[in-house]
């Protein structure tokens, strides 16, 4: 019943409020598609000045693979992260994760294919991905395109986060699932 209840929710969730959103605007006397209009030139506008960043961070990130970096950092952190109960595969995911949101999905597919959506592995992968943030992405993204030109404390903060939601991630799947 109540799954039935949930899938009814999420099914009809957008599509209400993209009915609601615009009879409030226009109950409200705002001009609702002149409104978007701009929002959608605004929108447009941020997204070609982040363009340079998010080259940059697309190129930092190849580099760090492709030099091999991430192979010899999961080599390097593996006994650490078996002692924690984390198995080797899902590394690259948490390490990856604070710098790219698609490159990891694509990693935590490869998981799963290999390993199965219901395996230890897979369930890991999953919670890993709900835990943690692309932190870097989003400073480079989201305050670049404002000009934000200094936030070491962000990235400080961001990456504890990060770290932070692996640990929960790993202490909640070895609860649940082992």
């Excluded at 609601?20 to 598609?33: D, M």
């Excluded at 950092?73 to 995911?93: D, K, N, R």
Aim: hydrophobic share 50%.
């Amino acid at each position: 019943m109540l799954l039935c209840i949930l899938t009814l929710v999420s099914k009809w969730a957008i599509p209400l409020l993209l009915l609601i959103i615009p009879i409030y605007g226009y109950l409200k006397k705002v001009p609702v598609y002149e409104s978007f209009v701009e929002g959608a030139e605004e929108g447009f506008t941020t997204a070609v000045k982040i363009i340079p960043f998010l080259v940059g961070m697309m190129v930092a990130i190849s580099v760090f693979r492709a030099s091999g970096a991430m192979d010899y950092l999961t080599q390097f952190l593996s006994p650490l992260t078996y002692q924690i109960g984390a198995p080797s595969e899902v590394l690259p995911l948490a390490i990856m994760r604070p710098m790219s949101g698609s490159g990891v999905l694509g990693l935590a597919t490869e998981l799963m294919r290999v390993y199965g959506p219901d395996s230890f592995i897979g369930r890991l992968a999953s919670v890993m991905q709900g835990t943690t943030d692309t932190t870097f992405f989003v400073l480079t993204v989201y305050f670049g395109a404002v000009g934000i030109k200094k936030y070491r404390y962000s990235i400080v903060t961001g990456l504890t986060a990060d770290i932070t939601g692996f640990f929960a991630a790993v202490y909640i799947c070895n609860l649940l699932f082992r």
